[in-house]
Every structure is written in C-alpha cells, then in structure tokens.
C-alpha cells in the first residue's frame, strides 16, 4: 500500500546485519574464564554466542514493534514477522561471530563487504533480472536473500521463493556458521591474560 510496506523486505535485514555487527565492535568476545576453567569448545562457543543472540533478539523485537506502532506496517503474519526477523537476526549474529573469531579485527571488514555483496545480490528493491550477471550468480548463496523473500511473504503475502524454504535456508545458515564457529575455536591464551586486570584488581 506504500513504500514503507514495498522496501520493508530491504531495509529490515540491513538493520538487522548493521545492528548485528556493531555489537562486535562494542563487545568483547574473549573470556578467558572459559579457558582457564576447561571448558569444552561447544559450552565455549555457545556462552558466547548466547550474549549477542540475546542482544539480537532483543533489537528484531524492536525494530518490528516500531515498524508496526509508528510507522503502521501491517503485516500479514504479525507473530511470524516477529519470529522470523528473530530468527534472521541469530543467523546474521551467527554469521558475523564466526568471521571475527576466525579473522579478528579483519572479520569486521569482511562483514561490511558481505553486507554490500547482499545489498546488491537479495532482489530487495529490483527484481534479480535487472541484476548484473555477477549479483544474479552470488544471489542463491547468501542468506540475505531468503531474509529478504521470507519477508516479503510475511509482510505482503507474496515471493518467489516460499516462506518454508526460506526458513530452513536461514536456518541452515544459522547451524552452519554455529557449527562451523565450534569447530575453529581455538584459543592461544598469554600469560598476560591470567592476569587480573587494573580494573579488576
């Protein structure tokens, strides 16, 4: 009925990656604690992840409630809109926690280029024929994509692609980069960091 309905599918998972990824820039993922006390890398990964899945959470629950009280989106699934940018909101959390613990500081930057890639690859705003032939090619293998098409099912009731399949590719990018996190968890603990810091002391 309006642009703000139209681009929802757009700017929803862009918030969603933006918000996502400023909290790596916030907060810190290394705990020592973990380390120090031997815990497994599984129980490791996921306490971790747990805190920024929360604080993801928490921003999707916002983020939809303000689209709907103050800028009178209506979706046509109300309860799915909410669980599903939820949803979206722990694979984009998942994806970026496993590029800065892999890479570090670079995993920050990469995640800034894989959010253009996206912008550019997810037929958010254009339909993918009018696509250079390079975003049309990437399009099928990033998970803003099915965001984008999930979305759109939940907002205006209809996609390309269907809702359930959308679902079960974020979820699979979820659990892949979740499981993927797991297995590269390697630390190499310094001596400097058993110690307690000013702060602390």
């Known amino acids: 009925n309006n642009y703000g309905t139209g681009f929802t599918p757009y700017f ?21 604690r973990f380390v120090t006390l031997g815990v497994n890398r599984f129980t490791m990964t996921i306490g971790k992840w747990g805190t920024f899945a929360v604080l993801g959470a928490l921003q999707a629950i916002i983020a939809s409630f303000s689209l709907i009280a103050f800028l009178h989106l ?19 959390v998942s994806i970026l926690y496993l590029l800065v613990q892999v890479l570090g500081m670079a995993g920050r930057f990469f995640g800034l280029v ?13 339909p993918l024929v009018l696509v250079p032939n390079f975003f049309r090619a990437i399009n099928p293998y990033l998970p ?5 098409a999930a979305l759109r099912q ?3 009731g209809s996609a ?13 990018f979820t659990v892949g ?17 058993l110690q307690p810091s000013e702060a602390t002391a």
């Open 160 to 172: 390309s692609i269907s809702l359930s399949f959308s679902i079960w590719m974020i979820v699979a």
């Open 12 to 32: 929803m998972p862009l918030a969603l990656w933006v918000g996502a990824l400023i909290q790596f820039f916030i907060l810190n993922m290394r705990d020592n």
């Open 177 to 193: 980069a979740l499981g993927l996190s797991i297995l590269t968890n390697v630390h190499w603990l310094r001596a400097v960091d």
């Open 154 to 156: 939940l907002v205006s």
């Open 144 to 148: 803003m994509t099915y965001g984008a």
């Open 114 to 126: 894989l959010l253009m890639l996206q912008l550019t690859s997810d037929a958010g705003t254009f």
């Open 74 to 92: 209506h979706p046509v699934n109300v309860i799915g809109f909410y669980l599903f940018n939820i949803l979206l909101s722990w694979c984009f």
